[in-house]
């Protein structure tokens, strides 16, 4: 069984920082584009951050660029969010997700194979 499981997030003050990670478990990790998305209250999920499998490249949406980082650790299955200089804005539940592809695409959600549950990020003003 294929499980993601989303963790580090919490309330923060604006300018404040949190580190996401996303364990998984059940696939070769190596193997797939492993992405971060959030969805606030109302609005439809959007993707933040992706990277590619066996390391083929990182990708931030407009909104990330500057601020957030993503990494990963292929030996604990984990990839991580680094999210400094948090607004408000940012307020979300933040999810990951796995993609067997060659060319993850944020904008495909609908394409994302498999994904986690969920983590609440919520940035105060």
């Known amino acids: 069984e294929v499980q993601l499981v989303e963790s580090g997030g919490g309330l923060v003050q604006t300018g404040g920082s949190l580190r996401l990670s996303c364990v998984g478990s059940?696939?070769?990790?190596?193997?797939?584009?492993i992405g971060w998305f959030r969805q606030a209250p109302g609005k439809e999920r959007e993707g933040v951050s992706c990277?590619?499998?066996?390391?083929?490249?990182?990708y931030y949406a407009d909104s990330a660029k500057g601020r957030f980082t993503i990494s990963s650790d292929n030996a604990k299955n984990t990839v991580y969010l680094q999210m400094n200089a948090l607004k408000p804005d940012d307020t979300a539940v933040y999810y990951c997700?796995?993609?067997?592809?060659?060319?993850?695409?944020?904008?495909?959600?609908?394409?994302?194979?498999?994904w986690g549950q969920g983590t609440q990020v919520t940035v105060s003003s």
């Open positions: 059940g696939l070769p990790f190596d193997d797939y584009a």
């Open positions: 997700a796995a993609d067997l592809t060659l060319f993850p695409d944020l904008a495909t959600i609908d394409d994302w194979d498999y």
């Open positions: 990277i590619g499998r066996r390391h083929t490249g990182e």
